[in-house]
Nanobody
Framework: QVHVVESGGGLVQAGGSLRLSCAAS????????MGWYRQAPGKQREVLAT???????DYAASVKGRFTISRDNAKNTVYLQMNGVKPEDTAVYYC?????????WGQGTQVTVSS
């Protein structure tokens, strides 16, 4: 079993920056993929960025160039650096840890961008 906990959400002004963190604990397998997703009110959950345990990254077009995903394998932690945030970035942000065919989600952290 893997437990995932996000942190770092909050209120930020448009154009500002925020860094989210996600820590995974429990039975962590060395080969895994971690990612950030978000869900705005009335919308489906969407993937923003993923990073493999080897460091390969992938981004959604909506955040590429503004958000950066990184990870610290020693701490089983993944980060999402959000720069140049926009009001449309307002959502609940979720972290997902995937390994051995199973996905584990955190409880989410609210990010609100004021205009």
């Amino acid at each position: 079993q893997v437990h995932v906990v996000e942190s770092g959400g909050g209120l930020v002004q448009a154009g500002g920056s925020l860094r989210l963190s996600c820590a995974a604990s429990g039975s962590i397998f060395s080969i895994n993929v971690m990612g950030w997703y978000r869900q705005a009110p009335g919308k489906q959950r969407e993937v923003l960025a993923t990073i493999t345990s080897g460091g390969s990254t992938d981004y959604a077009a909506s955040v590429k160039g503004r958000f950066t995903i990184s990870r610290d394998n020693a701490k089983n932690t993944v980060y999402l650096q959000m720069n140049g945030v926009k009001p449309e970035d307002t959502a609940v942000y979720y972290c997902r840890h995937y390994q051995r065919g199973a996905a584990y989600w955190g409880q989410g952290t609210q990010v609100t961008v004021s205009s």
